[in-house]
């Protein structure tokens, strides 16, 4: 078994498109081979700054010999099949065909042996076509060359069991074609020379010699490992940033860390826009203090050592730093002259949606929906309103306008500077979340008021519009926003009513000068139900069960749904419940079949008088008490109380199909026993649709 040594060594590729390239590289050439036939043991892909690099090992010196076989007409048919069978298969006359007897006659075989051919062979076709296919995302041409890439390529590494391919990669125009060889370089600037190398081990360890670390995540490793070192020698600890990280990494091939410091004049901007400012600008670490908040120093990452020790390199990014950092506190400085509310009317310049006005309108609907929802949830209305109207006014400053990952947590700074109080400040500031699974989730009630009037306004529009998701695409973010707030009701344990909430938010819209046609509540309970899907799938709840109370219809309380939905899947999963929701489907099935043959319905009152047999007279009685017993627990929302009083219907419904004739001679027997089992399906139905559960 032999290896297979692949580089492609180019100018800078963006730190952004590494890592997917090299996964898109071992993935094109694992295919092609598995394509051709060719078995490996293990295939492994690395990106640096200037390279991509894939070892496969494990490969076979030829491809196997393959034997096809192609079954044909019978023999004696007529010539016009005979003839497609032969152009299809190749080849010129039934000569060259097997005759056999299948046991259902005598038919023609086309039977070809092809030889394997030698894996490098192969290897040079592969890797060119692989090159090709590559979905860089964006790409380049180059001096007189036509063909495409990331950047300027250089050379190709091609060994195949330490031997150079034959072939390269044709770059047009006059710059022909990049041959394979065993030809790298290593570090720009620290090892710039070219050497040869003879397998991935050779490879790998030469670059390191040469001042390039080929693993990411050992880059990576380094990179944090040193920084915190840096950090910790300060009486310090490294910002995590698993994002910047990731950036980093991609753009040194030889890490150095270093630290330098930030004028102390620069620390009463807030540290987000300081940190912003630096990560974005600059790929910058930040660092904390013992009490966490930002201390005036950064961690830098560069792509060299110098004789200094890295002393004019700190110097220099301090002194760029100096200037980034002082546009940052002059937009700082100037947003606190002007007030957030003097600022609202400038968000009447910013179009939210064309159909659906500008984002001063946005607000005013906010406002109103905001209030409504703090009064049902127990919040402060005047302050939920009052949030709602500044929530948004930060947008319209000039820190955000430079860092706009900033906004509404600018405005929290501003109201709070500007007298507001910290409720409405602090809703300001998370009106947007959560963004994310991983982010925070609001719990001081104002907050969670805008924050939901916020989404819900957004859910709203959207929706009757008709700008829903589809497939794969969701321009407006809006699973984001239903997931935001079934994690802001169900995490706060809200009692209120989603589709109240909906018609409220579908209002505003009119007293805010629209007017979206049509009601959006049943679309947007259905669109819910798709989201809470996915959040109880992740708890472990199975997507059935979340069906089979939705399509009770009329529940719009996620709150009382997840405690009805976890106790049915309690219910399903013991020994009772599944033999129950069984009988259920077996109930349901006959009477289905049995109102098809009849058309007509069973779900009249089943006459007690009718009832011949001990078994079904038993049956009708536990129906009843089960009903009764359970009434006043689903009333009370005791969903465990009310699975087991429906467990006890177990033993009377085995009883039942074990000795009743459900289809018996007489017409009214039978009719009243259709009956019987159409009630067993309304009193499992008064819990859970029982038909949606699967298994």
């Known amino acids: 078994m032999t290896e297979l040594l692949i580089e492609f060594f180019s100018e800078?590729?963006?730190?952004?498109?590494?890592?997917?390239?090299?996964?898109?590289?071992?993935?094109?050439?694992?295919?092609?081979?598995?394509?051709?036939?060719?078995?490996?043991?293990?295939?492994?892909?690395?990106?640096?700054?200037?390279?991509?690099?894939?070892?496969?090992?494990?490969?076979?010196?030829?491809?196997?010999?393959?034997?096809?076989?192609?079954?044909?007409?019978?023999?004696g048919s007529p010539e016009q099949a005979v003839a497609g069978f032969l152009k299809s298969a190749g080849l010129d006359s039934l000569d060259q065909c097997e005759q056999r007897d299948t046991g259902k006659g005598v038919f023609y075989f086309a039977v070809t042996e092809k030889k394997g051919r030698e894996t490098a062979?192969?290897?040079?076709?592969?890797?060119?076509?692989?090159?090709?296919?590559?979905?860089?995302?964006?790409?380049?041409?180059?001096?007189?060359?036509?063909?495409?890439?990331?950047?300027?390529?250089?050379?190709?590494?091609?060994?195949?069991?330490?031997?150079?391919?034959?072939?390269?990669?044709?770059?047009?125009?006059?710059?022909?074609?990049?041959?394979?060889?065993?030809?790298?370089?290593?570090?720009?600037?620290?090892?710039?020379?070219?050497?040869?190398?003879?397998?991935?081990?050779?490879?790998?360890?030469?670059?390191?010699?040469?001042?390039?670390?080929?693993d990411r995540e050992e880059r990576k490793a380094k990179i944090k490992a040193d920084a915190e070192a840096l950090a910790a020698a300060q009486g310090l600890t490294l910002s995590p940033d698993d994002a910047l990280l990731e950036e980093v990494a991609?753009?040194?091939?030889?890490?150095?860390?270093?630290?330098?410091?930030?004028?102390?004049?620069?620390?009463?901007?807030?540290?987000?826009?300081?940190?912003?400012?630096?990560?974005?600008?600059?790929?910058?670490?930040?660092?904390?203090?013992?009490?966490?908040?930002?201390?005036?120093?950064?961690?830098?990452v560069a792509n060299t050592e110098t004789l200094d020790g890295g002393k004019a390199v700190v110097a220099g990014n301090e002194r760029v730093l100096r200037a980034r950092l002082s546009d940052?506190?002059?937009?700082?400085?100037?947003?606190?002259?002007?007030?957030?509310?003097?600022?609202?009317p400038a968000l009447e310049k910013i179009t939210f949606h064309a159909k659906l006005g500008t984002v001063a309108e946005k607000v005013t609907r906010v406002q109103l929906l905001a209030a409504e929802i703090a009064r049902a949830i127990g919040a402060d209305s005047d302050a939920a309103s009052r949030a709602a109207l500044l929530c948004k006014a930060d947008l319209v400053t000039e820190v955000v306008?430079?860092?706009?990952?900033?906004?509404?947590?600018?405005?929290?700074?501003?109201?709070?500077?500007?007298?507001?109080?910290?409720?409405v400040a602090n809703a300001i500031a998370d009106h947007y979340k959560p963004l994310g699974p991983s982010d925070s989730c609001p719990t001081a009630p104002v907050s969670v008021a805008v924050a939901l009037a916020d989404k819900i306004d957004t859910l709203v529009g959207f929706f009757a519009i008709d700008e829903k998701p589809t497939g794969s695409k969701d321009p407006y973010a809006l699973r984001r926003a239903a997931l935001g707030v079934i994690r802001l009701v169900l995490e706060n344990g809200l009692r209120v009513k989603l589709s109240e909430i909906f018609a409220a938010a579908h209002g505003a819209y009119t007293v805010s000068g629209f007017?979206?046609?049509?009601?959006?509540?049943?679309?947007?309970?259905?669109?819910?139900?798709?989201?809470?899907?996915?959040?109880?799938?992740?708890?472990?709840?199975r997507h059935d069960l979340v069906d089979a109370v939705f399509a009770l219809g009329g529940e719009d309380d996620l709150v009382r749904l997840l405690a009805?939905?976890?106790?049915?899947?309690?219910?399903?999963?013991?020994?009772?419940?599944?033999?129950?929701?069984?009988?259920y489907k077996r109930a349901s099935n006959i009477v289905r079949i049995e109102e098809k043959k009849d058309g007509a319905s069973f779900d009249q009152p089943v006459d007690a008088d009718r009832l011949a047999q001990d078994e079904e007279k038993a049956l009708f009685a536990a129906l009843n008490e089960a009903s009764a017993t359970a009434k006043p627990?689903?009333?009370?929302?005791?969903?465990?109380?009310?699975?087991?009083?429906?467990?006890?219907?177990?033993?009377?419904?085995?009883?039942?199909?074990?000795?009743?004739?459900?289809?018996?001679?007489?017409?009214?027997?039978?009719?009243?026993?259709?009956?019987?089992?159409?009630?067993?399906r309304t009193t499992l139905n008064a819990v859970a649709d029982f038909s949606k559960i699967e298994g």
């Open 12 to 75: 800078e590729i963006p730190a952004r498109m590494q890592a997917r390239a090299a996964d898109d590289l071992k993935r094109l050439v694992t295919d092609k081979l598995a394509a051709n036939g060719l078995t490996f043991a293990k295939a492994e892909a690395h990106s640096t700054p200037r390279r991509l690099a894939l070892v496969v090992d494990g490969l076979p010196e030829r491809t196997a010999d393959v034997r096809e076989e192609k079954k044909g007409p019978r023999v």
């Open 328 to 344: 940052a506190k002059f937009f700082w400085d100037q947003d606190r002259k002007t007030k957030l509310e003097a600022r609202v």
């Open 250 to 300: 991609g753009l040194v091939e030889w890490p150095v860390v270093l630290m330098g410091g930030i004028d102390e004049s620069f620390m009463d901007v807030p540290s987000e826009v300081l940190i912003t400012s630096m990560r974005t600008h600059q790929k910058y670490f930040a660092v904390l203090d013992a009490e966490g908040r930002m201390a005036p120093r950064f961690i830098v």
């Open 121 to 214: 062979g192969v290897l040079a076709e592969i890797i060119p076509a692989a090159m090709a296919e590559l979905p860089w995302p964006k790409s380049m041409r180059w001096g007189t060359g036509t063909v495409r890439w990331v950047r300027p390529l250089h050379s190709i590494i091609a060994l195949f069991g330490g031997r150079v391919l034959d072939g390269g990669y044709d770059i047009g125009g006059t710059q022909g074609r990049v041959a394979f060889g065993n030809v790298t370089r290593g570090h720009r600037f620290l090892a710039p020379d070219a050497f040869t190398v003879e397998s991935f081990a050779d490879y790998k360890e030469k670059l390191r010699a040469a001042k390039v670390v080929l």
């Open 515 to 541: 007017a979206p046609a049509g009601s959006v509540g049943g679309d947007l309970m259905s669109f819910f139900a798709d989201r809470l899907k996915v959040v109880l799938r992740e708890q472990g709840v």
């Open 633 to 680: 627990l689903l009333d009370a929302e005791d969903f465990t109380g009310t699975m087991a009083a429906l467990a006890k219907l177990r033993g009377p419904v085995d009883a039942f199909f074990d000795k009743v004739t459900v289809n018996a001679e007489d017409k009214d027997l039978r009719a009243n026993r259709l009956r019987l089992l159409t009630q067993i």
């Open 564 to 583: 009805r939905v976890k106790a049915l899947q309690a219910f399903v999963g013991s020994e009772e419940g599944a033999n129950l929701a069984a009988a």
């Open 401 to 423: 306008g430079e860092f706009p990952e900033v906004q509404g947590i600018m405005g929290r700074y501003y109201a709070l500077g500007q007298g507001e109080s910290a409720d």
